[in-house]
């Protein structure tokens, strides 16, 4: 049994549908179906063809994930999908070879069966190392360093064991796509080390004062409940000096490690009523159920979500305005490094 590394869109576009239909996708969606590529050189010629303007390298580069994605995942295999705007790994077990679907949306169409074993994994679970690897470039590669396998099966313990199932690899499988240090994206990887420790430091309340200073650092004066049962709002924001100006809005911060509910989101709206509020900020640690997502929708000019992705944004958006007691606490270095281009 392998371990593979298959992501789902640039910036998660496809993760959601991918979990809820039970299924590990890659984009490439210009290539129609692929169940009749036998050899990577049939493959390489359709890519060419579909993609003429593709440089050499970034070709073989691809062609050797799409092939990897189509032929070496093998039943039985493990996928792991790092989820964007929560601080989770979502891992399945593959459970059948791959198919080309136009039923699941617009934007999928590459796709393997996937039993979703897990999708709250925080990524406290998993040592740096393993995170390194997780945090690759590429949409699609196998996790192997340092007896990768084992230690994700301890993680996910006994929901899953050793298969009996075993790869038959073609002739030309002999390159690997697999994870070196220089196609580990730095960027990701500091990024989750700040993640990992904001979910580690700002628990709790905790997690609310760091909003609250956010929203302070972006002009808003604030008044922030005390710990305990807060009657369905943290903080309570408004414009000018005494907090009296427009947009005036109430704010509720869930630092729990799942996604929540419709249930918060309307607890949310009533408050706004409630209090003669404006709008709403809905922030939450773990993400949201696509519930949730739809239901912001039809609220766009009522209400917005802040995920662990948008809080961590306006955290560098917002971190020189931060008092020195709050940076002591959460030190951070703006650094430069060289653009890797993503092939």
């Known amino acids: 049994m392998a371990v593979w590394l298959v992501r789902a869109g640039r910036n998660g576009e496809q993760q959601e549908a991918a979990l809820e239909h039970g299924v590990a996708v890659i984009g490439w969606n210009e290539l129609p179906d692929l169940s009749s590529i036998q050899t990577k050189e049939q493959l390489k010629e359709l890519f060419n063809k579909v993609y003429p303007k593709a440089t050499e390298n970034e070709a073989a580069n691809k062609v050797g994930q799409i092939w990897a994605f189509i032929h070496r995942i ?22 059948g070879t791959y198919q080309y679907r136009t039923d699941i949306a617009a934007n999928i169409r590459h ?23 997780l945090g690759a470039f590429m949409t699609v590669c196998q996790i192997k360093r340092n007896n990768a396998e084992e230690r994700i099966r301890k993680i996910l313990g006994s929901s899953v064991s050793p298969s009996s199932v075993t790869s038959h690899m073609k002739d030309d499988d002999n390159e690997e796509v697999t994870v070196d240090m220089e196609s580990i994206n730095v960027e990701d990887v500091a990024l989750e080390q700040i993640r990992t420790y904001i979910s580690r430091k700002f628990a709790g309340h905790h997690l609310a004062e760091l909003v609250n200073a956010i929203l302070q650092a972006e ?16 903080i309570l924001a408004g414009t000018g000096p005494m907090g009296f100006g ?29 209090f003669g509020a404006d709008q709403g900020l809905l922030v939450s640690w773990g993400g949201f159920k696509s519930t949730v997502l739809r239901d912001a929708k039809n609220n766009f000019f009522k209400v917005r979500l802040w995920d662990s992705d948008a809080l961590l944004k306006a955290v560098l958006r917002n971190y020189d305005k931060f008092p020195d007691s709050l940076q002591a606490e959460l030190p951070l270095k703006r650094v430069w490094a060289l653009v890797q281009e993503d092939e």
């Open 246 to 274: 427009f947009p005036r809005l109430c704010v509720q911060v869930k630092s729990s490690q799942s996604p929540v509910g419709s249930n918060v989101l309307s607890e949310l709206l009533g408050t706004i009523s409630k």
């Open 74 to 95: 093998q039943k039985g295999d493990l996928v792991a999908l790092p989820l964007k705007y929560r601080s989770a790994i979502a891992i399945g077990k593959v459970v």
């Open 219 to 234: 002009g808003y004066t604030t008044e922030i409940s005390p710990p305990g049962p807060d009657g369905g709002v943290d």
């Open 111 to 133: 796709t393997i069966p996937v039993e979703w074993i897990r999708t709250d994994i925080p990524r406290t679970a998993f040592d740096q190392d393993l995170l390194y690897s």
